[in-house]
């Protein structure tokens, strides 16, 4: 199986906040937005490996600034690592001014998504090649990323999360 470039798996879905999609201040409601950033990851997921793909994991958000009512989104997923059968996406989104075309960050997210078979028993996916140098530092971090989630969904024991604990030492 050969590796892919990360940038391959670029995902970029562009929308809008219509005004059923928004919470009481009339900024775009947090599920709404995980919605969105799921969908444009799972694009990407499946862009990497071609198979079918479930997400396993939501590793991290971080909700920067609201997202006002008829804000123009744009969300860019990639792949920044790939494991056996595992593969961390990362989205980052931004409001674009509609009328200069300046993009600000508003957030940030981190998932993992799992390929899959019809019966939904986890594949073998592509290695990921990083090229720029987010996409290094990025890929650089997905082991502890990794680590970190199975600690906390109880599927690692603390003890064994070496590149984890490393941080720390
Ligand atoms: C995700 C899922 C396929 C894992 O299946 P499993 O039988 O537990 O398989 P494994 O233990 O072999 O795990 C598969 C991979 O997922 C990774 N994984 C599982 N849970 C994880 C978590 N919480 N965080 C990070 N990685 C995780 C494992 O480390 C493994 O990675 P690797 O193969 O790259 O080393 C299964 O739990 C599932 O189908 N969950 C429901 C998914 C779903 O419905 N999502 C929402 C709708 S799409």
């Known amino acids: 199986m050969n ?3 990360s940038k ?6 562009t929308d809008m906040v219509l005004p059923g999609e928004t919470n009481p201040l ?4 947090g599920g709404e937005l995980l919605a969105r950033m799921d969908r444009a990851c799972s694009i990407s997921a499946r862009r990497h490996c071609r198979r079918i793909v479930v ?3 939501v590793n991290h958000v971080v909700f920067r600034k609201a997202v006002p009512v008829g804000s123009v989104v744009v969300m860019e997923a990639k792949v920044s690592r790939a494991f056996r059968s595992s593969m961390e996406v990362y989205v980052d989104v931004w409001i674009e001014d509609r009328e200069t075309g300046e993009r600000t960050k508003a957030n940030e997210g981190i998932y993992t998504f799992v390929a899959v078979d019809r019966t939904g028993s986890p594949v073998k996916v592509p290695e990921i090649i990083p090229e720029t140098d987010l996409e ?14 199975l ?5 690692m024991e603390a003890d064994n999360a070496t590149e984890l604990k490393a941080l720390f030492n």
Not at 8 to 13: A, F, G, I, R, W
Not at 26 to 29: C, D, E, K
Not at 136 to 149: H, Y
Not at 151 to 155: I, K, Y
């Open 8 to 13: 391959e798996s670029l995902t970029v879905l």
């Open 26 to 29: 009339n900024n775009l409601f």
């Open 151 to 155: 600690v906390l969904s109880g599927r």
């Open 136 to 149: 290094k530092e990025r890929f650089d971090g997905a082991l502890r990323r990794k680590q970190l989630s």
């Open 3 to 5: 590796a892919k470039y």
């Open 55 to 57: 997400t396993a994991s």
